[in-house]
């Protein structure tokens, strides 16, 4: 199936952004998060897939960039290299943007990090999210609790 320049035009409208926060969230670098957007648009350039709704398709395109983000923190370049200290603007909110606590997302390991900023930053729901990492929805309510505790004990600790 052949991708109409419009429809791509309008895919990157209306997930370039949530599509870079996400990949940022993973990568913690501005670089890392544009070329992982990149990449994404290109694999969905490539295989034309086809979907049964508009949230199917945020779902996948979400889903290419997790695992593309896992694999750039999985390999050798990024491992022997140091992330650039980035001050990119993650949202229109200011929430999770401010010191303490973006420093204190950041340091979460990754599955934690994912499931805080798909609730917390794009507003998706349990069930949404759930279908985005692949796991069943009472293991995203866990890790969106375990997560929770591990935010605060950190934050009480600085």
Known sequence: MYIEKQEFEKTVTDYADIMLRCA?????????????????????LRKSPEFRDEEHKKAWLL????NLCKDLNKSFWKRKTVDEASEYDLSDNDTVTHGELW???????????????????????IEEIAQIVGK????VCSLLQKARTLLKKQLEES
């Open 24 to 44: 940022y969230i993973h990568s913690g670098n501005r670089t890392d998060a544009e070329d992982i957007v990149q990449e994404a648009f290109i694999k969905y």
């Open 63 to 66: 889903r290419v960039v997790i």
């Open 103 to 125: 420093d204190a997302v950041s340091r979460l390991p990754l599955k934690y990090k994912t499931v805080i900023q798909l609730y917390y930053n794009e507003d998706m729901t």
């Open 136 to 139: 069943s929805k009472s293991t």
